[in-house]
């Protein structure tokens, strides 16, 4: 995720997110959701809905930004 992202760096800056490794492809790290956020996330929070039509749901993760869209897929 980007770390120059406002609302990337300010979830750092809360403890919701963690970066994973300090390696990183420029402002680019690898980051994970601390476990007392992850308690409390449902699939609502992301604008996911698993009772949507598939078609309903590809828009939503086509119109997300690019560095979300390899977590946004449906089996």
Same mark, same amino acid.
Do not use: Y
């Given at each position: 995720?980007?770390?120059?992202?406002? +609302?990337?760096?300010?979830?750092?800056?809360?403890? +919701?997110?963690?970066?994973?490794?300090?390696?990183? #492809?420029? +402002?680019?790290?690898?980051?994970? &959701?601390?476990?007392?956020?992850?308690?409390?996330?449902?699939? &609502?929070?992301?604008?996911?809905?698993?009772?949507?039509? #598939?078609?309903?749901?590809?828009?939503?993760?086509?119109?997300?930004? #690019?560095?979300?869209? &390899?977590?946004?897929?449906? #089996?």
């Amino acid at each position: 995720m980007p770390m120059d992202n406002p +609302v990337v760096s300010g979830l750092l800056q809360k403890g +919701v997110l963690k970066r994973v490794t300090n390696i990183g #492809d420029g +402002v680019f790290f690898a980051m994970t &959701i601390s476990k007392s956020a992850d308690k409390f996330l449902k699939e &609502i929070h992301l604008g996911i809905n698993t009772k949507k039509p #598939d078609n309903e749901l590809r828009r939503i993760f086509s119109n997300r930004p #690019d560095e979300q869209k &390899i977590f946004c897929t449906k #089996d």
